[in-house]
């Protein structure tokens, strides 16, 4: 096997593993902070339904960064709106694909 072949080999089953290792969470809470410049949004939440991380201390809260790919979804959004969110969350970063004021 030639080294091209071998790069180009390893390059996709890098890229594979990365997508395999994200998953896809659905949950409510406050925001706490929208920050535009970043283009991201803080909010407070409890433990997503079906995570088994935190479930010994069910009521605790947690407080994330999210990217947000959407800016022009950030202007309708205030410090205090409880929302519901799906975010895709990785190793490296946790990004909304869908928000909504409830």
């Given amino acids: 096997m030639t080294i091209t072949?071998?790069?180009a080999i390893s390059a996709a089953a890098i890229m594979i593993a990365s997508m395999a290792l994200a998953a896809e969470v659905t949950n409510s809470g406050k925001i706490t902070k929208v920050d535009k410049a970043s283009g991201t949004v803080t909010i407070e939440h409890g433990v997503a339904?079906?995570?088994?991380?935190?479930?010994a201390d069910p009521g605790?809260?947690?407080v994330y960064d999210y990217k947000v790919p959407d800016a022009a979804s950030l202007n309708s959004l205030q410090v205090g709106d409880k929302v519901e969110f799906t975010a895709t969350v990785t190793d490296q970063s946790s990004t909304v694909t869908k928000i909504q004021k409830q």
């Fill in 49 to 55: 339904p079906g995570n088994t991380v935190g479930t």
């Fill in 60 to 62: 605790k809260l947690f």
């Fill in 5 to 7: 072949k071998t790069i």
